[in-house]
């Protein structure tokens, strides 16, 4: 399902577009304040010598552009790398389960018991990345005694797997799995894990920290003096090239930091309540359940959370 | 088959480049109309003591295409993952195959039957990302009773991935193979898994839209406003350096909105029936039945879809 | 073996390099008479009103740079792609030669035939990608039977490799493997077909013809256009400035262009030929064969193909 | 657990950047006097035909701060690639003890020995990489005699590594694991031991010092002369000026610096006590141990080391 | 350990940075002769209508660095890819080893050979890549039979690896090791296969000649063309301002050349010297034998070879 809003240019142009926007509201009024400042006082502080020609802010300006494009790839490739973590997730739960479906096909308590746990540990996931409640997500697939375990945990995605070790535990030592198809399955817990703890990383570690400060006080102070430097060319259009290239710099920095940090709620986060229904509609639907959760749909300004 | 049309450069020039070109000509009439009144009335507004310069957009068009270059790296990479994942599919679908008679060379049946399924995956999977109907695809290589439950499948290609695994578990049951050659096989399904889920991943996540929105915003408003920063230098060749600039600007901006969402139909997006005919071609001519149907061959434009 | 031709810096300053110069000769050519043509005729069109500075250029051929960058990018990790394939074609071979000889050390003839259906499979693999007649590379190595299968074959290649797998799956049958070292030798032969498939999707599918039409119209009206922006500065000096910035793009366009595709046979690519004499040398020098055919050695231009 | 001090911008221009800022101050100051000196001089030695214009710097400035771009991208990825193997260190531990937990359910002990040897494992690396006396550390995980084992080891890390393989060595002669599942236990212990080179690789492996020479000196200089290409145009304003572009590229090329070696101990290195402090509270409390360790909390600057 | 010469920033500014200056000290030199070529004849040829501008120098220096940035991420990412592939060498060796003391801890004298052989083949690969004589550093590590199969081979370090091939096969057919336990120890010696490949690989295939030649003849053509465009606004300040931006662009170009070949002897390459001898002194420990050799030390310019 592609979520692409507004294909008319014309509407784009003027579409709201997340959060960033609102962000920069307030730095792009102070701009304008500025260009104000600059065309009525210009002529006299000239007059005393003071003086901003628009050649260094270009080199500036530019270097600011080449700083600014490092860090929209770092922050992008944090954000891409979580929604292949998030992918790789479905990925697993689905060949986990179809492998014990193939290999255990007169057991459909297994499968659902097994579908459950999983789904549970993407739910409890998300839950863990934004700090939130899972209560309400996860007492529907496990247990009184296991929710209660994994409520009481201070890790409770990292629990839930170790709960689905002991599942194909138990079927190993109930002769259902040989060392090699329990090798088989084991493998694919090693993946989750893998992506448990790739999100567990992103999420604790942001990209060092001296990068968003440096670069957001040179956009800063840069948007704050370009008003006296182009004044001089430019007079009464100051105000609105300078806002103009304020709002270039600016939304890509804030984007930049919104990017950087992939699992929060705002409209250019990862959709994580919409991954989950899909992997819970996708494990259901594979044990032939119905019916089947209804998928999310977004919101009127084309976004899931 | 490397399909390389317009070798020679002239032709080049004038050639037809997909669907770029006529999304943008709207845009680069507009900026030609722009030139023409930047031309006759620029006289008129620069005694109003309005003025524009070149400075400020130099500095501001090297900072686009900085950013334009982010997006176009961000686009084409996934361009090339998509055509990885499909890449992946006819060497996995081969290998399994390969393995199967390797192990069973005495069982014709299931050699054909594992490539029924197999190149039904495929066709599915195409079906699935451009959201078509995939009977006439898939009725040659599945039973009714399968077609029946992939249709009425919310997941249709999982589902025969699932049916897949049914397979071999079958012949696992039936002693035709042990776990360790059940486990060689079920690692291809599971990398089949991948490359399922990689392309769903990539339809359903597209770039972060800020990043559409921001970029076009700023290349449209950047392309507008350059005639009349241009012509108190230029005077009448206004029009021809502005559609110049404005095109290399449009051009890449389009082409990365393109690229971005890989499955579509038009000229620079992946053949995805191309390359579905070429795994059903590879997976029969394994199992030296004849005749192969024919290549796909490239039209006028020479484009596959 | 490094072939690093003139070291001396002087010599290099005027060394062949490959097809790369006689590509854009005609096109510098253009550019000299455009450099002329506007010597002469500037000081009588400027009368006309016609004018143009060497600012907007500046701001164009920087965008310009900056996409010939990203373009390079691409045809350049192309180029890696092949070469790293048929590098892991080289290791894989070995590898699965190693593990046949730890396995069956009494067992030549089967060493002899797996070394010669290796060395098919990589002769096979150039001559498909280069669209080349196979036979003379291939019948030392295949029976007669095997020949006429292969070359009737539309996909030769991978017909050697379902060879390769039911040579092993016969040593199975024999009882000469095992299931699992069965395994080991399989999972080679699914190696190869992942470089086989590798080089095929990089032949069949070359960056999107898009980037290559809009970046070449653009290079080719700059570099065409440049010298009447040039020319109000440099008056005299404009052909030999505008000839060097004009080759400075030309040749990293075209080197891009000649990268993208790296299966041809000119300087700037891959020395299949050279790679696939290694890799025979390689397996039949592991099987103690002497004399070993002879390493291929660069021509006068310290070229291989 | 995200760390992002100082969500508010106005606090952000002044916040406390690490080890950046202290860096550059002495460099900073000597361009505040360099702009002084220019202001003051630059009449007089105009006179005398010594002159600098500010494009030459435009230029040099581009180049640099594409330069710049280029190490920040070496350096964080250096940055990003020791991160990831820390993460991977928790990543497989846990996988390892979960393994062992799904294998051996009634063996408490081994449960609790293999958990000790892999937090010893994490902290011994964490004072191998920072060169520190590991004792205080491992002494709660060790016995006496390993412990005595461990300190005496030129490669102390490894040889707990070794002492992992000998204790599910023994796990197999006692019967207890089959080989199937003993290379489920071992291939995890080769994880161990990529994430151990790679660690090792990046702390004995600098990017190439004449990169950071290169870089540094013709930073350096280039912010040196610049006051005198500025100080024409800007008169008074030069040190503004000069110290806000000087800032840009000082605190770039210091940061890129500081991130290429990731295992220090300041504000922008990876804080190893705190990541090994949660390896140790993950792998008791899948243990059932309790009173777990504190988890650690970052200082009044926001950083953990 | 982490060798990090000369902290102090002033005396870096003066530091000896490898060969990187000695290869473009000639050049410089040339620079500044021309420099003072065009101080001194600037007016007599302006008067002949010869006229440079540094306009269209700009265009070009800025266009000229991105490609520069281009090709040193080329160059750079051999260099890391080659430090890569000798770190796994270190890490393979290791595990297999580690896995050859649990499996067969009562059998030291097979842990020695394996050692032996390993370290051998670490040195053999040295000195093949490095086109040098391999004696002096085999033959404490192979038997006289083994050490002139290895010298009368073409691919030396390939025959060791079979030799590692045959010691494994016999301990399967000895009954030491089972077919699992085989099948892990001889994926090990894939690794090392990827490692040698991978090593191979880069040494023949360096980047396409093309680059380094068009690169370098724009970068010396802009270099000494650069104080004629200068001398106009800079008079006598053209030698200083020529020779610095001068410095920049040949150190990177000359930088990115010496990166590309990582197998040299020069101070930017890897020192496999040092690497041969921390896989020796940490096998040797391994297996407890002692005294270890000592660890190399760098020489008085920091570097070890």
Redesign the interface.
Known sequence: ?????HQN?FI??F?W??S?LSKITF?LSLNVLMSIVAVISYQWYEQL??????????????????????R???G?SR?VEA??LW??L??TE??LL??I???L?DEPAVHQKVAKLLIAFSWSLKHQLRATDPTADLYHNLTSKELAEVIA???PT??I??ML??E??KL??QGLL???????L?NK??EL??A???C??L????V???????L???V??FCS?LPFA?VT?????TPF?SV??S???L??DS?AE??E?PFGVS??H?PLNAICN?IE??LL??NDQSP?PPPMKPDEH?NLI
């Open positions: 399902m592609i979520i692409r809003p240019w784009r142009l579409a577009h997340g960033v730095r010598g003071v003086h901003l020609t628009i050649a260094p802010f270009s080199l500036l300006g530019i270097a600011i552009a080449i700083f600014l494009g490092f929209n790839n770092a992008y954000f929604r292949n992918g790789s479905l990925i689905r060949s179809r492998q479906k193939s290999l096909p945990s201070p890790m990292n629990r797997l170790l070790g002991q194909i535990g190993r030592r040989s060392d090699i198809t329990f090798e088989l084991d817990l090693s894990s893998h448990l703890g790739g567990e990383r999420a604790s570690t942001p060092p920290f001296a990068y968003t400060l440096i957001q006080r040179t800063y102070l003096l182009l060319d430019l007079h009464y259009m090239v103009f290239i709002y270039t710099f939304s890509w984007l919104e990017l940090d409209a250019n990862l899909t509609r996708n639907e594979m089947l084309f």
